[in-house]
């Protein structure tokens, strides 16, 4: 298998994950597949929202609808893999780093704007995602699973790139570098400040 691995310079992430993460998930390999599940759920419900929010912007109406049938594909293949192990998709549950980082979304009359920041927060999130991804390719026992965490990896990688080029379509590029950076400081802060738990993706 040739090896893609996105790294720092690529995902630009400021804060590498707290290494005992992967440790623990683990251990908790049902918590962390009912979790991942909802987290491609709401990755296709996100770009939903956007399709139906800007149906005046033809390019990211096109990407995005691609990128929903693959966070489908991506959802459906999770519950194959919680079956596969006779486990439930069990309970939604809160996001606690999808919700802090939701807060930076700046609301009100400017709409480039506020779409700008939604697309760079939905970057943040699969970069992080793809970042996780890693660590369970690389660590854990199940060579199934591995499998699968590469190729959804090397998915979330590309996700990534979609989104921080889609800002780049309707904002300044110079304007969504500055405004990326200031994201990247953010979500590192969340990251700092939340505790790795042993039933979440994030
Ligand atoms: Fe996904
Ligand atoms: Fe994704």
């Not at 800007?54 to 919680?82: C, G, M, N």
């Not at 919700?99 to 480039?112: A, F, N, P, T, W």
């Not at 927060?121 to 060579?143: G, H, M, P, Q, Y």
């Amino acid at each position: 298998m040739s090896e893609l691995q996105p790294n720092k310079t690529i995902l630009r992430l400021e804060l590498p994950t707290d290494p005992r993460w992967v440790n623990i998930a683990e251990k908790n390999i049902e918590e962390i597949l009912v979790d991942h599940a909802y987290c491609e759920q709401k990755a296709a419900t996100s770009a939903i929202s956007l399709i139906v929010k800007y149906p005046d912007k033809t390019k990211l109406v096109d990407e995005l609808t691609d990128l929903v049938a693959e966070e489908w594909s991506h959802f459906e293949r999770v519950l194959e893999q919680l079956k596969k192990r006779g486990y439930g998709l069990g309970r939604n549950r809160p996001d606690e780093y999808v919700v802090q980082l939701s807060k930076h979304i700046r609301k009100g009359d400017k709409r480039e704007r506020q779409l700008m920041d939604h697309l760079l927060v939905n970057a943040l999130i699969e970069a992080r995602s793809c970042e996780r991804f890693k660590l369970l390719w690389k660590n854990i026992a199940d060579e199934e699973l591995q499998k699968f965490y590469y190729e959804l990896m090397v998915s979330e990688a590309g996700h990534y790139v979609s989104f921080v080029k889609l800002a780049k379509e309707y904002m300044p590029a110079e304007v969504v570098d500055a405004r990326f950076k200031e994201l990247l400081q953010i979500e590192s802060d969340i990251i700092r400040n939340l505790e790795p738990r042993p039933d979440r993706m994030h």
